[in-house]
């Protein structure tokens, strides 16, 4: 159980001074300040075929803001052009070494035509009534701005803090982090006791909103099957085999599989299972023959921890058998993708844990409630810390499943995760009226 939290009437002098700063003229303005910066070179496509990101400008914007508020601030690169920032606030008192994480990278835009919301530019943060859209609203730069703008606060008021707060603002995390997060965790020597991850956790049911705290990561893996089967005229489809009517047979059979897993504390929405993002078969100008292959590339999402890519693999193959063993002419193969695209899941940080509980203090302080504690479905680098052993845990404002254009973000929530990430640092840190 969490311990009894305040309520907002007891708010001290410091926090009721810190939080009459935050404004959502404030959060909105520096949403739109970070929205449009390097972009389209921001946009990090999943697909390891496609170009990598150049998230340079919006690195050193987000690191000389950090340095305005009087942080020590290094530029790290696994590649020339993605420098991740690493930027440091340590008074030299003792206590908990915390890392605050964000990427820097996003989403690709998609076709502009189709982002009516903000005048046909994705990158043109439009606020409408209290929603502010644009790329990059929700995943993720209006959930740094939290982060940001708490620290900034806190840096006005002139306090310090009892022990040092990191702010590790990744590249390369829409492909998993192998330029971002795991080189700073395994090249650079990043850690700390403790690490948030500033990614939508919000929800909405009817008039009711909260924001919650993933206290753990679902897995995931990318794969690639092919079908093979005989050409033949469309006109004697007996004459062939017909790789493409094989494949639906087994993406539906795959749809319905249960994948091996037990059960873990806390499932993400969804559970383990399949989601095809693409079918490929057949040439231009060959569209009287039945194709020799038909390709898919498939996602197996909501994995749980014990889930490994052979399992995954073996459960497949086990659906094959079955098919094949129906039908002597089914053949299929899997194939992994390169790239990181394999990730486990994590294991649930305890509820108990210092930042958990500090936390939820917070939020209850600003929004009334206890927060709803969740295992989250998405990849973010969270993941990579919780991988490395620093107990990790994700709370932000951005809703938690964004569309895929006009993207945005609440912005009453980001209001109130600012100034729940404000009083959870004055908590964490201990910090006391100067």
């Known amino acids: ?36 910066t390097g972009q ?43 420098p991740n920032v690493v930027g440091r606030w340590n008074d030299g008192l003792p206590g908990p070494s915390l890392i605050f994480n964000d990427h820097l990278d996003t989403y690709p835009s998609c076709d502009p035509k189709e982002w009516h919301m ?31 703008i708490a620290i900034e606060m806190l840096r006005q008021a002139g306090v310090k803090i009892n022990g040092e707060l990191i702010c590790a603002y990744t590249v390369d995390e829409e492909r998993h982090g192998k330029a971002g997060a795991l080189h700073l965790l395994n090249d650079y020597g990043l850690t700390a006791d403790y690490e948030i991850t500033a990614e939508p956790t ?4 009817g008039d009711d909103w909260g924001i919650g705290i993933a206290l753990a990561h679902s897995g995931l893996c990318l794969v690639d099957i092919e079908t093979t089967g005989v050409r033949s005229h469309i006109w004697r489809p ?49 569209g009287q023959f039945t194709p020799p292959s038909c390709k898919a590339r498939v996602w197996v999402i909501g994995l749980v921890p014990g889930m490994t890519y052979e399992s995954i693999v073996q ?6 058998a079955e098919l094949q063993a129906k039908d002597p002419t089914f053949q299929a193969t899997i194939t992994q993708v390169e790239g990181e695209t394999f990730v486990p899941a994590s294991i649930e940080v305890s509820e108990n844990a210092e930042h958990v509980q500090a936390l939820s203090r917070a939020y209850q302080q600003i929004l009334g409630k206890d927060p709803v504690l969740y295992r989250k479905n998405a990849y973010c680098d969270t993941l990579r810390f919780a991988h ?13 499943g964004w569309p895929p254009v006009n993207e945005f973000i ?23 009226q100067g």
């Not at 009517?245 to 091996?260: P, V």
Request: proline letters at 6%.
């Open 40 to 82: 389209p070179g921001c946009g990090n496509s999943i697909d390891p075929e496609a170009p990598m990101a150049h998230e340079e400008d919006i690195s050193r914007q987000v690191g000389q803001h950090l340095q305005s508020l009087g942080l020590d601030v290094e530029w790290v690169s696994a590649i020339e052009g993605r």
């Open 118 to 148: 903000s005048g046909h530019n994705p990158y043109n943060a439009t606020l409408r009534g209290k929603y502010l859209y644009g790329r990059g609203t929700s995943d993720t730069r209006g959930n740094m701005t939290c982060q940001l």
């Open 238 to 286: 007996d004459e062939g085999v017909n790789p493409v009517l094989h494949m639906a047979q087994l993406i539906e059979t795959l749809r319905n599989t249960t994948f091996t897993h037990d059960a873990p504390q806390i499932y993400g929405p969804t559970q383990p299972s399949i989601c095809p993002v693409k079918i490929e078969a057949g040439q231009i100008g060959e």
């Open 202 to 205: 919000s929800w909405t049911e």
């Open 315 to 320: 459960d497949m193959e086990t659906v094959i």
């Open 1 to 36: 159980m969490l311990e009894t939290l305040s309520t907002p009437s007891q708010l001290t002098d410091l926090q009721e001074q810190i939080l009459a700063g935050i404004t959502q003229e404030k959060c909105v303005q520096l949403i739109k300040d970070l929205v449009p």
């Open 410 to 432: 609440d912005m009453d929530k980001v209001v109130a995760a600012t100034k729940i990430y404000a009083l959870f640092l004055l908590d964490f840190f201990k910090v006391q």
């Open 388 to 400: 490395s052993g620093i107990p990790s845990i994700t709370f932000g404002p951005g809703e938690d």
